[in-house]
């Protein structure tokens, strides 16, 4: 028998973090930074890549938020670097090879989304074209 053999209860927005119901990028992060945005931008990006959020596990979900991170701050180091400042070359070649490891974990490879249309969909299409609309 399965450790856990029951179904986890379902609850209320209400009572799930702000990070879960979406309200936050992260907990305690105002989201309107230039860093939180791009970091967003990166997680929503790579889900897509993956055929969409909802579509992933929350394990897939937690690699792609690691790999947002890592991207992140890489991209702080390199602009950095663009700006004739010095950078640690070791720590963002620790990084870079934490994000290629973290990547192949989570799927470099584009999944394309179905988009064919549900039967209600179709019929609604269908009745439109033969009404002229």
């Known amino acids: 028998m399965p450790l ?26 105002d989201g309107r930074s230039l ?26 979900l937690q690699l792609i938020r690691r790999f947002a991170a890592s991207a992140v701050v890489a991209e702080q180091m390199e602009a950095q670097l663009a700006l004739g400042h010095t950078i640690d070359v070791a720590t963002h070649s620790t ?3 934490t994000m290629v490891r973290v990547a192949s974990r989570i799927g470099i490879n584009r999944k394309a989304r179905e988009v064919v249309p549900t039967l209600a969909e179709y019929l609604t299409r269908r009745d439109e074209r033969e009404d002229g609309g």
């Not at 986890?8 to 702000?18: G, N, V």
């Not at 990166?42 to 959020?53: E, I, N, P, S, T």
């Open 95 to 97: 990084l870079t090879s």
């Open 4 to 29: 856990h053999s029951h179904k986890p209860a379902l609850r209320k927005a209400e009572a799930q973090s702000r990070v879960t119901n979406g309200k936050e990028v992260l907990p305690g992060v």
């Open 35 to 60: 860093i939180a945005r791009r970091f967003r931008d990166v997680v929503d990006a790579v889900a897509a890549d993956q055929g969409g959020a909802d579509r992933l596990s929350e394990a897939r």
